[in-house]
């Protein structure tokens, strides 16, 4: 009794896909679900990856899949599906970060309910006694993705998809549409500021 | 930048983050994901599809029924229009000097006639759904007479 060779199990599974996508391109939602079956898990990790909760992530990936639907008829189909759907994925994740952070920032500065004698500053020192108490992998994460917040968006995506994802140099370049020289300058400048903002906290 | 050292960086860090990349999305977020997706897709087509009629058509079909009105207000009201008869055997439950007359019409003439009177009757108020009903079933066209004289008469009415 043999293992099924990785590579027929990866054939298998690129002629379901393209078979998936024609059929979903017809509107079949049937069809279309499947796919998102066969890449549930891994577009709520990576968005996962951009924004530090999985609750998020699946609402974001869920956004993201609705619009790669949408926009079936531009994928070409000369690389994977998954490469092409990333950039949705993407996007979505950049909109959530930025809406999350108007929303933070008035909330800050307003309160959650949008109170006018709402101190900022009492929250603060309540945030800072509740994160001492955590556990130190948590706040690990945590200080990493609080110092991710303070990167420019392709700073940031080109350092998830690599250490968070794990995607490749050149798959990085597939998916931001960029040179893998530039995919390296972005990573580069990323790990600098990352190291300058959280300091000797942690190593990076 | 140096290519070396980037290569040592990215070694470096991807042993770091390892653990994050290896963690599993929990089963509760996952759970029902691509028929969430499904349903929602679903329900947006559906939304989409409603039938809007498109009201573009109704400034402009306003004068064309005001038109229509006018003419067939004109068609009812002239003698010669053609109706059908009224039953003969129609019952009636307490006879009253209009209704006995009404009830004997037959001729398009006559029914012509009749749809006038009644007109004149509702218009001074002397005509009420009690004789409606006392004249029993009345063809379809006869009805739409009488309706249209009770529309007209009721104008009338409130204009006054």
Redesign the interface.
């Known amino acids: 009794m043999g293992l099924v060779p990785e590579r027929k199990v990866e054939e298998t599974t690129v002629n379901k896909e393209k078979e998936l996508i024609e059929r979903a391109r017809q509107?079949d939602?049937?069809a279309?679900?499947?796919l998102?079956?066969l890449h549930?898990?891994r577009a709520?990790?990576t968005a996962?990856?951009f924004i530090g909760n999985?609750?998020d992530?699946?609402d974001i990936?869920?956004d993201a899949?609705?619009k790669a639907?949408d926009h079936l008829d531009t994928f070409k189909g000369e690389s994977r599906f998954f490469t092409w759907f990333y950039r949705i994925l993407a996007n979505a994740s950049k909109d959530f970060l930025r809406k999350k952070k108007v929303r933070q920032h008035l909330s800050f500065w307003f309160g959650p309910q949008g109170e006018e004698d709402y101190d900022p500053m009492e929250k603060l020192a309540v945030t800072h006694k509740t994160a001492s108490d955590s556990a130190i992998?948590r706040e690990t994460?945590s200080q990493v993705f609080e110092a991710m917040n303070h990167l420019p968006y392709r700073q940031r995506l080109a350092f998830c998809l690599?250490?968070?994802?794990?995607l490749s140099i050149e798959e990085i370049s597939q998916s931001m549409a960029i040179s893998v020289g530039a995919v390296?300058?972005n990573?580069?400048q990323a790990?600098q500021k990352m190291r300058h903002y959280l300091g000797n906290t942690i190593e990076? | 930048?140096d290519e070396e050292k980037?290569k040592q960086?990215?070694e470096k860090?991807?042993a770091?983050?390892k653990?994050?990349?290896d963690?599993k999305?929990?089963w509760e977020?996952?759970k029902g994901?691509?028929?969430?997706?499904?349903n929602?897709?679903?329900e947006?087509?559906q939304k989409t599809f409603v039938f809007r009629p498109s009201r573009a058509w109704l400034p402009a079909a306003v004068p064309v029924f005001a038109v229509m009105v006018l003419a067939s207000w004109v068609v009812l009201r002239t003698p010669a229009t053609v109706a059908p008869v009224v039953s003969p055997a129609v019952q009636v439950a307490a006879p009253l000097p209009v209704v006995t007359q009404l009830a004997q019409v037959s001729s398009p003439i006559e029914n012509a006639d009749m749809a006038e009177e009644i007109a004149a009757l509702r218009e001074i108020g002397a005509w009420t759904d009690d004789d409606q009903d006392a004249i029993g079933a009345i063809d379809e066209l006869d009805l739409e007479q009488v309706e249209l004289s009770d529309l007209n008469s009721q104008t009338a009415r409130h204009l006054a």
């Not at chain 1, 690599?162 to 794990?166: E, H, I, S």
Request: net charge positive; hydrophobic share 45%; aromatic share 16%.
């Open positions: 509107k939602t049937r279309f679900a499947a998102v079956e549930q898990e709520i990790h996962y990856s999985f609750e992530a699946r990936a869920q899949f609705m639907y992998d994460e690599r250490y968070l994802d794990g390296k300058a990573i580069w790990v990076i | 930048m980037f960086i990215d860090l991807m770091k983050f653990s994050q990349r963690k999305v929990p977020i996952m994901f691509s028929a969430s997706v499904e929602k897709l679903r947006r087509d």
